[in-house]
């Protein structure tokens, strides 16, 4: 499984950013598909998981009610859109994938967010 994450940027705080995971490779039914971050000098933290179907998102405290993750299994790919975006939300974001048991086994290479206040 290939995961290929895309759409950070530099924003402002208040902006809004969507990022995207293009995952290749095999298919998967079960467990979840998501987002971490991480930010300098801090270790990384989950933000937001949906199954594979596109079915149960769960969220961090952190970015509940401003974050919303998504998937489209057509395309293949699962989205994290961000809203009301803070300065603490600056990290490099990495899309996630749990394939045959239920760990984060597979992962992306990275997007930077990076939000001025």
């Known amino acids: 499984v290939q995961l290929q994450a895309s759409g950070g940027g530099l924003v402002q705080a208040g902006d809004s950013l969507r990022l995207s995971c293009a995952v290749s490779?095999?298919?998967?039914?079960?467990?979840?598909c998501g987002w971490f971050r991480q930010a300098p000098g801090k270790e990384r933290e989950f933000v937001a998981r949906?199954?594979?179907?596109?079915?149960?998102?769960y969220y961090a405290d952190s970015v509940k009610g401003r974050f919303t993750i998504s998937r489209d299994n057509a395309k293949n790919m699962v989205y994290l859109l961000m809203n009301s975006l803070k300065p603490e939300d600056t990290a490099v974001y990495y899309c996630?994938?749990?394939?045959?048991?239920?760990?984060?086994?597979?992962w992306g290479q990275g997007t930077q967010v990076t939000v001025s206040s």
């Open positions: 996630a994938a749990q394939g045959e048991r239920p760990q984060w086994d597979y």
């Open positions: 490779g095999r298919s998967f039914s079960n467990y979840y």
């Open positions: 949906i199954t594979w179907s596109g079915g149960w998102p």
